[in-house]
């Protein structure tokens, strides 16, 4: 069992930065050589993939709408992951996840859960 624990979001205006992070207890991300992913889910809309990185971090791959603003890392001997967000719009606004289980960019492939953070990108 891995609980997982976002923090760092808040509100930001339009071109700001935030850095979210993703903290891991109980079984490590190293334990079972987890991938972690970020995904986002706004009201109304379904939840979506944000960007992954593999258990090592050899391999990363972020959502076309985020590709060269949003940054994927990952610190195993501290059992972090991080989001770098720069450039930042109105419409990345949602609540960000992060999961952990098999790489990939479908919900299906993670099978544990933080409870989010807000992000609220003010125009």
């Known amino acids: 069992q891995v609980q997982l624990v976002e923090s760092g979001g808040g509100l930001v205006q339009a071109g700001g930065s935030l850095r979210l992070s993703c903290a891991a207890s109980?079984?490590?991300?190293?334990?079972?050589?987890?991938?972690v992913g970020w995904f986002r889910q706004s009201p109304g809309k379904e939840r979506e993939f944000v960007a992954a990185i593999s258990w090592n971090g050899g391999a990363t791959r972020h959502a076309d709408s985020v590709k060269g603003r949003f940054t994927i890392s990952r610190d195993n001997a501290k059992n972090m992951v991080y989001l770098q967000m720069n450039s930042l719009k109105p419409e990345d606004t949602a609540v960000y996840y992060c999961?952990?289980?098999?790489?990939?960019?479908?919900?299906?492939?993670?099978?544990?859960w933080g409870q989010g953070t807000q992000v609220t990108v003010s125009s």
């Open positions: 109980g079984r490590t991300f190293s334990d079972y050589a987890y991938a």
């Open positions: 999961a952990a289980g098999a790489f990939g960019t479908w919900k299906a492939s993670y099978n544990y």
